[in-house]
């Protein structure tokens, strides 16, 4: 399957009194990075949503290396391990520059609000086997 990259430039205000990313702000560019996985298979987020559907994270493993640091430019790197209709596993990994900072398996299901499973509408066919 296709990696996708996305760059994210460090803001001031995501970092800690010693000038690293906090580790917790990782998690949020992560999530963006898997949001813009979503946008390129032609599913915007909200719309997922409008139409009854949470995409819902059911396991995460994160793994630090090293900071990223205020003003670095990073690259994150999103690879679809495993989809399925309703669930899947991402790998994803962030560097500023060839440093690898975090790398993250995700895995994610698909409910309704009520947090039931449910297979989406065809239209919603998250079982992609590679990006276009």
Not at 85 to 99: H, K, M, V
């Amino acid at each position: 399957m296709a990696t996708q990259s996305i760059p994210l430039q460090v803001r001031t205000c995501e970092c800690d009194s010693c000038g690293h990313v906090n580790h917790a702000v990782c998690l949020h560019y992560l999530k963006d990075a898997g949001n813009e996985l979503l946008e390129n298979w032609g599913f915007g987020y909200w719309e997922f949503v409008a139409a009854g559907h949470c995409m819902v994270i059911t396991h995460g493993d994160i793994v630090y290396r090293s900071a990223a640091r205020v003003d670095d430019l990073l690259r994150i790197e999103t690879t679809p391990l495993k989809t399925r209709r309703i669930s899947g596993t991402l790998s994803q990994r962030i560097f500023p520059g060839e440093r690898l900072v975090a790398g993250s398996r995700v895995s994610w299901c698909v409910t309704d609000r009520e947090g039931n499973l449910v297979r989406p509408a065809a239209e919603w066919n998250l079982e992609q086997p590679a990006l276009g």
